[in-house]
């Protein structure tokens, strides 16, 4: 078993009113798409949500995941991850996967969580487009999870990463989809015009 954290819980800003994860890919909203690519793994899926009476709420309907709200969340990524992660069931690893990224489907979670067998030394499998810039999903060990519970801001993982770059193995993605995410109204015009922004 490898819990899934799907982090859901940002206010979307930049999005100027609109919802990014409610905007649709190939019809279908971006929270759906992502959610039902993570459930299509057959690992257990929590997705962290600003509230269980969010409208984000309701793109989950009918997918077999754990809804979660968490406190941390109001303060950034950082407390999302320390909480979820907390919450999630022990399991020797564990995988975080952004709820904005358009292009990450069922093949490139699998791709990600078959990353052990080829590096099992490493301690963090992450996801990399193909020019090789780290991205997402990322996976990592359980022995990893005491370094969650310091976390806090808006950094997310970051300095969990940080800490064992040298154990870190990049599982290379077609194309952008490790690193392509869409956080304005523009970038959304962009990417639906086929030309997706450098983000």
Known sequence: MTPILILAAGLSSRMRGRDKLAETVDGVPLLTRIAGAAVASGEPVHVALPALDHPR???????DVVRLVLPG??????????DGVKALPE??????????????GPDEIAAVLAAPSAAPHALIWRGAAADGTPGH????DGS??????????????KAVVAAHRDRTHLVPLPGRAATLDLDTPE???AFRSG???ET
């Open 195 to 197: 030309s997706a922004p």
């Open 57 to 63: 709420a309701r793109l989950l309907d009918g997918l």
């Open 91 to 104: 399991a020797a690893r564990l995988l975080v996967l952004l709820a904005d990224l358009p292009l990450i």
């Open 144 to 157: 990893l999870r005491p370094g969650f519970a310091r976390l806090g801001g808006d950094d997310g993982a």
């Open 73 to 82: 969340s109001a303060d950034g990524m950082g407390g999302t991850l320390r």
């Open 137 to 140: 999903p990322i996976l990592f």
């Open 187 to 189: 970038a959304w015009a």
